[in-house]
T-cell receptor, first 115, second 113 residues
Framework: ETGVTQTPRHLVMGMTNKKSLKCEQH?????MYWYKQSAKKPLELMFV???????ENNSVPSRFSPECPNSSHLFLHLHTLQPEDSALYLC??????????????FGPGTRLTVT | DQQVKQNSPSLSVQEGRISILNCDYT??????FLWYKKYPAEGPTFLIS?????DKNEDGRFTVFLNKSAKHLSLHIVPSQPGDSAVYFC????????????FGTGTLLAVQP
């Protein structure tokens, strides 16, 4: 595997379910990100991790819980979601947070539907 | 309030012609701008960037122009190819306490053969 991978690619869950999204980067990067993309809206940054430490939480509701066990893996644990949480969830990585957070490498995303 | 705006949701261009994608921003503190391209079922991929100390950056068929006084940047693709058909996102960073990227909503470019 190369680049940034995400599993699952598609997920349908009920509002009372608990599920997790997984992201893995094979680029040797130190920073990882979770983004949310809702229909007709810009990509919205959710969380940032740098060297496994969370450096940014963009006022995300607690029903989204990130976990970064090492610099290569990032999880997003989901519980008691709402239908409006249905969106494309994208993971990204970059070498580090030095300077602008440009040139982030994105995974293909997980299309989440909450019923 | 959107700080980065792409007012054209879609653009159709003939193969071989120039494609011009536009982006406006409101935060004068932004100092780094990027364009990403996204194909269906794939994540966005970095295309080209420009620092606010420049007004033009060129990479092959892709050129980004920055007009700081107008708070406007544009991406020129010439000549356009059918494989360029994708959603193009403009992003900016440098505003506020962190350098996080602020994205626009994207423009869907269709290059007709």
């Amino acid at each position: 595997e190369t680049g940034v991978t995400q599993t699952p690619r598609h997920l349908v869950m009920g509002m009372t379910n608990k599920k997790s999204l997984k992201c893995e980067q094979h680029l040797g990067h130190n920073a990882m990100y979770w983004y949310k993309q809702s229909a007709k809206k810009p990509l919205e940054l959710m969380f940032v991790y740098n060297f496994k430490e969370q450096t940014e939480n963009n006022s995300v509701p607690s029903r989204f819980s990130p976990e970064c066990p090492n610099s290569s893996h990032l999880f997003l644990h989901l519980h008691t979601l709402q239908p409006e949480d249905s969106a494309l969830y994208l993971c990204a990585s970059s070498q580090d947070l030095a300077g602008a957070w440009g040139e982030q490498y994105f995974g293909p995303g997980t299309r989440l539907t909450v019923t | 309030d959107q700080q980065v705006k792409q007012n054209s949701p879609s653009l159709s261009v003939q193969e071989g012609r120039i494609s011009i994608l536009n982006c406006d921003y409101t935060n004068s503190m932004f100092d780094y701008f990027l364009w990403y391209k996204k194909y269906p079922a794939e994540g966005p991929t970095f295309l080209i960037s420009i620092s606010s100390i420049k007004d033009k950056n060129e990479d092959g068929r892709f050129t980004v122009f920055l007009n700081k006084s107008a708070k406007h940047l544009s991406l020129h693709i010439v000549p356009s190819q059918p494989g360029d058909s994708a959603v193009y996102f403009c992003a900016a960073s440098g505003g506020g306490a962190t350098n996080k990227l602020i994205f626009g909503t994207g423009t869907l470019l269709a290059v007709q053969p």
